[in-house]
């Protein structure tokens, strides 16, 4: 139990176009999602909040009119970055709360490797 | 910023005991502590949490000091595997973990 998916597992775009990343929580209901981005050879950075039904809260200095944020139902969230450009090459994860969970656990997608050219 | 610091690196030979530290001298009263590892470009597993007593389950042990200012991990009988960073993490803001730097955990044969 407890799966989170993520579609496409790699992208490669070209600089200037916006790719859509997708999260989904297969087997639960998640109230609240995760997004975070990672660097080679760095840690995780959160990167944004989603609450399913309300606007995302994203974290200082992530910006919001780059990175959008949509969590339309209770499994799944998408996140678009808009306008690409090489320096937005990473690896970006998703993570899922379980609605009702006692312990605040999260649960991990793949990840999402993007590059642009 | 993450609440806690992790040795960068540790190695451990396969079939033996590793036991990975995490100070967290700031941590709160009614905060969780959590592990989790991630194996090369996946995504974070979940491996243990515990409050203040010390937790077991079929991946690893957690064993948290009585003050709660910091906390073992154990993985009993380490595989090739297991090779893997593991982070350990404070939760700081309802929700929200905030990653530090972990420990990059070589099993070596």
């Known amino acids: 139990g407890a799966v989170v998916s993520q579609h496409p597992s790699w992208v490669i775009c070209k600089s200037g176009t916006s790719v859509k990343i997708e999260c989904r929580s297969l087997d639960f209901q998640a109230t609240t999602m995760f997004w975070y981005r990672q660097f080679p050879k760095q840690s995780l950075m959160l990167m944004a909040t989603s609450n399913e039904g309300s606007k995302a809260t994203y974290e200082q200095g992530v910006e919001k009119d780059k990175f959008l944020i949509n969590h339309a139902s209770l499994t799944l969230s998408t996140l678009t970055v808009t306008s690409a450009h090489p320096e937005d090459s990473s690896f970006y994860i998703c993570?899922?709360?379980?609605?009702?969970?006692?312990?605040?656990?999260?649960?991990f997608g793949p990840g999402t490797r993007l590059t642009v050219l | 910023d993450a609440k806690t610091t992790q040795p960068p690196s540790m190695d451990c030979a396969e079939g033996r005991a590793a036991n990975l530290p995490c100070n967290h001298s700031t941590i709160s009263g009614n905060e969780y502590v959590y592990w989790y590892r991630q194996i090369h470009s996946q995504g974070p597993q979940y491996i243990i949490h515990?409050?203040?007593n010390n937790e077991t389950n079929e991946m690893a042990s957690l064993i948290i000091t009585e003050d709660r200012k910091s906390s073992t991990l154990i993985l009993p009988h380490a595989t090739l595997r297991d090779t893997a960073v593991y982070y350990c993490i404070v939760r700081e803001d309802f929700n929200k973990f905030y990653f530090g730097s972990g420990t990059k955990l070589n099993v070596k044969p």
């Open positions: 993570s899922a709360r379980l609605a009702g969970g006692l312990y605040n656990e999260q649960f």
């Open positions: 515990g409050l203040k």
